[in-house]
């Protein structure tokens, strides 16, 4: 694993299962425990509800109630100060909007990060961050899970970042209103390539980015729709011919869509065709 994503820190030694009080709504949870050597996603957020969101849906939902993976929640607000659990401060220096302070987000990180041991990387999503990419998410998908924070207002306090080494992963470059969003895309990217989630692992091997590539068309049943076919190759049963087909239409569409990994493609001594 590069160190964009890693945390490395001493080996655990407690036993399978650790059972922790948890903040979250009854009717978002899980009754999986929490098993040790189980991929685990912890989120830091004023936003907890918003969570599992689309990520307890279909595979990920079923692999996270079979226990495959683990999620969860920390309410930032729990660390809010005063009478009104404030989290935010005008900017130093003056200018618009609130940023989320240092001392609400230190102790919410140490409460996070508390007995974590292994390779944990610890992300703030953020837009100024590395962009996100297939290599990145196969590299976390190997770590022993994750802690994520998830930002709102203009941002944090930067020395929180600098104090805990956080990095710093954007989903795009353009802006929303808090990293939840961000931080749901990064998991259901990382979880399925998780093994046993997919049914089909080998299909997380041939689709977009894999190859250094963007994915082939894809085409199914019925053979022939408002007058369109299927290509001819793929209903030939001729394995090779199909194999080539793909690799030229990935080529063709990367080519014109993706410059940029078409160069990257080419350099890495691929044929340019």
Known sequence: MNDEIKRSVPSRS???KTIRPTFKPREL???TPDLHGVWKAKILTLFPTAFPGVLGESLTGKALQDGLWQ????DLRRFGLGKHRNVDETPAGGGAGMVLRADVLGPAIDHAMDGITGNWPLIYLSPRGKPMNQQMMQNLARADGVTLLCGRFEGVDERVLQHYGIQEVSLGDFV???????AQAMIDATV????NVLGNYASTEEESFSSGLLEHPQYTR?????????PEVLMSGHHAKIADWRTEQSEAI????RPDMWDAYTKAGKPEK
């Open 192 to 195: 399925r390539l998780i093994p």
């Open 71 to 74: 999620l969860e929640t920390i």
């Open 14 to 16: 407690h036993g399978r």
């Open 254 to 257: 990367t080519k014109v869509r």
């Open 222 to 230: 019925p053979a022939d729709w408002n007058g369109l076919p299927i």
């Open 176 to 182: 929303m209103t808090g990293g939840e969003i961000a």
């Open 29 to 31: 949870m899980t009754p």
